[in-house]
């Protein structure tokens, strides 16, 4: 018997489509083979669990992980560092990967051309086992690999990705050749803008990729202004911003 929980997500979920109620999402996961579900009630996303996951509550009642999506075919996460932030949103970099986030602020994101969405979640339920702890997100709140200071990234003209982080200026910045440590698997291409990563066989990833120079401060608000800099390697001059 599946026994109701709280309303909220569980994590180590898989999904198993959409279904239009909170009861055939129950029965998806039974049929499946699994022990938890959550349903979400926007857009009726139904999400598979095994025991031992811990839970992430919400309030059915307020929408929340609300985020700037694609809409008719564009997606903001693309568009440049420079048109990002005339948006008023910040262009975030994670290792080499960089995109546009504007997803604090719906209004932001129909500036920037994209589709607001939000998910909210309704009563979870268990088989064979009561409602898991809630999750402690507390001891991750100091880890932050963020380190202060110059950003830069290269698309070289014979495809080769190159990254720095943390350096004290644009002029000071040890670039780390990304298509060499991935084997090759790694490319980019200055004409779009674009870093392919082949995954084997015909799965290839392929994401955005600015060349420039940027101050980062490790501060998570978004909306910064842009600043231009002198760097011996940047492509175009209008990329780097704080």
């Known amino acids: 018997d599946w026994t109701d929980g709280p309303a909220g997500l569980c994590t180590d979920g898989a999904i198993v489509g959409e279904t239009a109620s909170r009861e055939e999402c129950i ?13 979400e009630t926007i857009g009726g996303a139904c999400y598979c669990h095994r025991e031992g996951c811990c839970i992430s509550e919400h309030d059915p009642d307020t929408p929340q992980w609300c985020g700037c999506g694609e809409k008719d075919g564009f997606n903001p996460e693309f568009i440049s560092p420079s048109e990002c932030a005339a948006h008023g949103c910040k ?3 994670e290792d080499e990967e960089g995109w546009c986030a504007c997803g604090k602020e719906e209004a932001m994101c129909a500036s920037a051309g994209g589709e607001w969405d939000c998910m909210a979640f309704g009563p ?27 950003q830069a990234n290269e698309c070289l003209n014979d495809g080769t990705v190159t990254y720095a982080r943390g350096c004290s200026s644009c002029d000071d910045c040890e670039m780390y050749d990304y298509t060499a440590a ?10 779009t803008n674009t870093m392919s990563y082949d995954n084997g066989g015909n799965d290839i990833d392929v994401m955005p990729f600015w060349s420039g120079c940027w101050y980062d401060d490790c501060d998570d608000d978004e909306g910064s202004d842009p600043t231009s800099v002198e760097s011996p390697f940047l492509v175009t001059g209008d990329l780097t911003f704080e």
């Open 27 to 39: 029965g998806a996961c039974d049929e499946a083979g699994y022990e938890a579900m959550s349903w």
């Open 91 to 93: 262009y975030e970099f």
């Open 124 to 150: 979870m339920a268990f088989k064979g086992f009561p409602p898991p702890e809630v999750c402690d997100y507390d001891e991750d709140e100091d880890d932050d690999d963020c380190t202060p200071g110059w």
């Open 182 to 191: 991935t084997g090759g698997r790694a490319t980019c291409d200055p004409t």
